[in-house]
């Protein structure tokens, strides 16, 4: 499957054997591993690629897609889909190649994976945690749509500190 975005030189679609490559390359990233969560691996090399590749399509729930631009990978978007109480929430992430910020790529991408999950009907609610010290992630959900609902005080250790988190979502 592949989801066109606002920008026509950016598609997402399914993670794939031969990715791990790029992935390394725009992935092993200090400043991107610091906004995400302890799933994410630093240093991230070729092991660490082929391991997401193998496990990246296995929960029907949930999604994960590359990010191509101009047909070259340069990034993440994704949403894991809750379990139990959970079952109606899914928890939006992503990342991008730092040669890629600045330029509305992950506006475009997060933007259209949001609209594919709407569209599905599948979820009562998005959402996606963001640390403190993040704002360009927390503008990008603003600018599709998510809302600011709350701050969860010294809710993450990350990097040796102990954080604030902000809980952003989308109610369809
Ligand atoms: C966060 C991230 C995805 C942004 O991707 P991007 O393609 O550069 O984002 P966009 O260009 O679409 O939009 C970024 C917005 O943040 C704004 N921004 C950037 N740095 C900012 C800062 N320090 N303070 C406030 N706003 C900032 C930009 O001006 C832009 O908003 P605008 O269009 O209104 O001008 C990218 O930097 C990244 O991968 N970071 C590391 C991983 C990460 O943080 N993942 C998200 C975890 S919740």
Redesign the pocket.
């Known amino acids: 499957m592949i989801i066109t975005t606002s920008n026509p030189d950016c598609i997402l679609r399914p993670w794939r054997e031969g990715d791990q490559a790029a992935i390394v390359c725009h992935a092993n990233?200090r400043?991107?591993w610091?906004?995400?969560t302890h799933t994410f691996p630093f240093p991230y090399t070729i092991p660490e690629a082929n391991s997401w590749v193998a496990i990246a399509n296995a929960d029907p729930r949930s999604i994960h897609m590359a990010i191509e631009l101009r047909g070259e990978v340069c990034?993440g978007v994704g949403s894991v889909a809750g379990r139990g109480i959970s079952q109606a929430t899914t928890d939006?992430?992503?990342?991008?190649?730092?040669s890629?910020?600045?330029?509305?790529?992950?506006?475009?991408?997060?933007g259209a994976l949001k609209d594919h999950l709407v569209r599905s009907g599948q979820f009562a609610r998005l959402q996606?945690?963001?640390?403190a010290w993040?704002?360009?992630?927390?503008?990008?959900?603003e600018?599709i749509g998510f809302v600011r609902e709350g701050v969860l005080c010294k809710s993450v250790t990350k990097d040796g500190e102990l954080i604030d988190s902000v809980m952003y979502a989308c109610i369809p």
């Open positions: 990233n400043k991107i610091r906004n995400l990034g939006f992430g992503y990342w991008l190649g730092e890629f910020w600045g330029r509305g790529v992950m506006t475009a991408a997060a996606a945690t963001v640390f993040n704002p360009a992630s927390m503008r990008v959900l600018k």
